[in-house]
């Protein structure tokens, strides 16, 4: 008896899988053959992908929410599905687009319609992709024209900064008294310290 598994992946820790989660265990998926990557697409060293692709077999199905599960970009992603679906026999379903169901168009028109498909949702997932990183570095300098500081806070400090260092290292002052009176924290306070000595 064939098996059907489901993948999802979010991009960081902090990102929530439930999405993906509820919507291949609408199909009636085991939670046992679900498996969940929480790592950046980046490098596509994903350990759980790789875990399930090595146990799945031929006529396995593979089911995801959306094509760009598969891969980073255009190439990545046409690259994996011919690896699953030709070198592997591996029949895949993508939840949000159902003409990409290799179980249903097994015939020669049925698998041009389906490559046309991916192709063009591959492309259009890449462009998107592009598209926020664009915007990200167009708000993040739009941000620093308007002298927002972005990154790891700053120590701000009105008095002379040798001054503050000198009472500290001859304890007129501690590094509690430091971080309450400036709002930053120990960490701050040393990297700039560091900082500092390396400019002198």
């Known amino acids: ?31 046992k053959d679900i498996y969940i990557d929480k790592i950046s697409g980046k490098d596509f060293n994903r350990p759980m992908y790789k875990k399930m692709t090595r146990k799945m077999r031929r006529g396995d199905v ?7 599960r598969l891969g980073r970009n255009y ?9 699953l679906t030709r070198e592997k026999g591996i029949d895949i379903f ?38 926020i990183k664009k915007r990200q570095e167009q708000g ?3 941000a620093k024209m308007r002298g927002v500081h972005m990154g790891r806070p700053r120590i701000i400090i009105e008095d ?11 304890k007129r002052i501690t590094i509690d008294m430091i971080t309450e009176k400036y709002h930053i924290s ?6 700039n310290v560091k900082a500092y000595r390396n400019m002198r």
């Open 1 to 31: 008896m064939n098996n059907i598994y489901g993948y999802a992946r979010v991009s960081s820790k902090e990102q929530n899988e439930e999405r993906q989660i509820i919507a291949l265990k609408g199909q009636n998926i085991k939670e």
């Open 62 to 68: 593979l089911c995801i929410l959306s094509i760009d």
């Open 75 to 83: 190439e990545e992603i046409q690259e994996q599905w011919r690896i």
């Open 94 to 131: 993508v939840i949000d687009m159902p003409l990409l169901d290799t179980r249903t168009y097994k015939d020669l028109m049925g698998n041009f319609i389906s490559d046309l498909v991916l192709q063009v949702l591959s492309f259009v997932a890449q462009s998107e992709r592009e598209n």
């Open 140 to 142: 993040i300098a739009a």
């Open 160 to 170: 002379d900064f040798s001054k503050i260092i000198q009472d500290w290292e001859e």
């Open 186 to 191: 120990k960490s701050t306070f040393y990297r």
